[in-house]
């Protein structure tokens, strides 16, 4: 069945207003949905993978597009989301125009065109992993992303989660790395299923499944989430710390956090504690100096390792931004030092690609803070029973482990705990909460 002729002039629409970049792209074609309300569910789809077909492909079709017209460039990207059949209202010169795109071998064109990446971008990767892995790890930033769930240990169990989404039926399988993790190849609505309302899942990468995971949180411990955002990682490590101790939530954004509440509340996670601080000197901060056995942060970032979600990140963002983010990235992660207690751990994760976010802000923080040692993700990863090969940091690549990409380095404070008793500890968390 062939889509109505009108959806092209609606994706027209749309696609003018996201490649001003003011606005993440998500957050404009549902701005643009909830406008339309008279677009039917086949409708918003094919809109939602025809914009999203133009950003991973935008340099080979503006260049194909001769002129870069938005109607062109929407063509291209419906052929390529729901195929030239599927189309209706074509003219015969469009037709023509779309069968001749279709016949060009992708594979011959000059790497930078197959590439799909702004050219700044695209000579930082070649920097770091040469023109072929380049290549290799662009192909797969330019494909749609699946869908990796998180089973919620405290509800269930991963078998029986298998077992209940195949009657729905959605095929799903377990994920290689994440214990706890499950892809979905398809993308189901989720929110009405009562795995989903009754807090057994949630949406999470198997890449920052890995992360919370790498923190190692115990039982009973205090455990601070330094950048939480709507808290995917800081739910994960609260069902791994069986919902005892304290858990904090940190981030500077009170929308963010916001968004983790629902989310709270379907986990069954009574050892949460979300709180909106100014900045990484906050005084709430400062209560818990040395009080705290792990801190995750997990930084503001470029973003540049989840390209298959967000394919507009590649264009919205510009080198001299990811220099200010490196500043950021320092400050943040010196501030949450200071929480760490004698013997705790510090990780420092970011879901870039990029070295300068990655290894040079690690080796910075080492070089500058002398009581913290690196621990070897080899052995994080051996402590967790994580089958990763890895050396000193984690770093986990689209076209090599099927996830996002994500770099995690592991910090451990040298010397006895000379801090406060956790009863100590645990009566000044009342004045963070607050």
């Known amino acids: 069945m062939r889509l109505p002729p009108a959806i092209l002039g609606n994706a027209e629409e749309v696609l003018r207003e996201i490649l001003r970049f003011t606005s993440p792209a998500d957050v404009t074609l549902s701005r643009y949905f909830k406008d339309h309300p008279r677009l039917g569910g086949r409708e918003r789809g094919a809109i939602a993978e025809c914009i999203y077909s133009v950003l991973r492909n935008k340099t080979f079709y503006t260049d194909f597009a001769g002129g870069a017209t938005m109607r062109r460039l929407v063509l291209m990207g419906m052929a390529d989301a729901v195929g030239i059949d599927a189309l209706g209202g074509l003219s015969d010169d469009e037709t023509a125009f779309l069968a001749r795109i279709q016949d060009i071998d992708r594979s011959l064109l000059p790497p930078k065109q197959r590439a799909n990446l702004p050219d700044w971008l695209y000579d930082k990767f070649v920097a770091q992993y040469g023109e072929e892995e380049t290549l290799q790890l662009a192909a797969v930033l330019n494909t749609p992303a699946p869908l990796d769930l998180r089973v919620n240990s405290l509800k269930a169990n991963r078998e029986d989660v298998i077992a209940e989404l195949a009657t729905a039926p959605i095929a799903a399988e377990p994920t290689p790395y994440a214990p706890l993790g499950l892809r979905v190849f398809k993308k189901p609505a989720l929110q009405n299923l009562p795995l989903f309302k009754s807090g057994a899942i949630e949406v999470q990468d198997e890449g920052s499944q890995v992360l919370a995971q790498l923190l190692g949180a115990r039982r009973g411990e205090m455990v601070v989430d330094f950048c939480a955002g709507a808290g995917g990682k800081t739910l994960a490590i609260g069902a791994i710390m069986r919902s005892t101790g304290r858990l904090y939530a940190f981030d500077v954004s009170e929308k963010r956090l916001t968004k983790l509440k629902p989310r709270l509340a379907r986990s069954g996670l009574s050892n949460v504690h979300p709180v909106v601080i100014a900045h990484e000197r906050d005084a709430k901060v400062k ?11 997990d930084a503001p970032c470029s973003g540049m390792g989840t390209l298959r979600r967000n394919p507009d990140v590649k264009w919205r963002q510009q080198a001299e931004g990811v220099a200010e983010l490196t500043e950021k990235q320092a400050s943040i992660l010196d501030g949450a030092s200071r929480l760490v207690k004698f013997g705790g751990r510090l990780v420092y994760a970011t879901c870039s690609l990029l070295d300068e976010e990655n290894d040079a802000i690690a080796a910075q923080f080492l070089a500058t803070h002398p009581d913290f040692v690196l621990v070897p993700m080899s052995e994080v990863l051996a402590e967790q029973r994580i089958e990763l ?6 770093k986990m690549l689209p076209h090599k482990h099927g ?29 963070v909460s607050e």
Request: aromatic share 8%; proline share 0%; charged share 35%.
């Open 403 to 431: 996830t996002d990409g994500f770099f995690a380095a592991v910090f451990e404070r040298k010397g006895a705990d000379k801090g406060a008793s956790k009863t100590a500890a645990v009566e000044s968390d009342d004045a």
């Open 287 to 297: 209560r818990l100096a040395g009080k705290i056995d792990r801190v995750l942060v």
């Open 389 to 394: 090969e890895m050396g000193e940091y984690l």
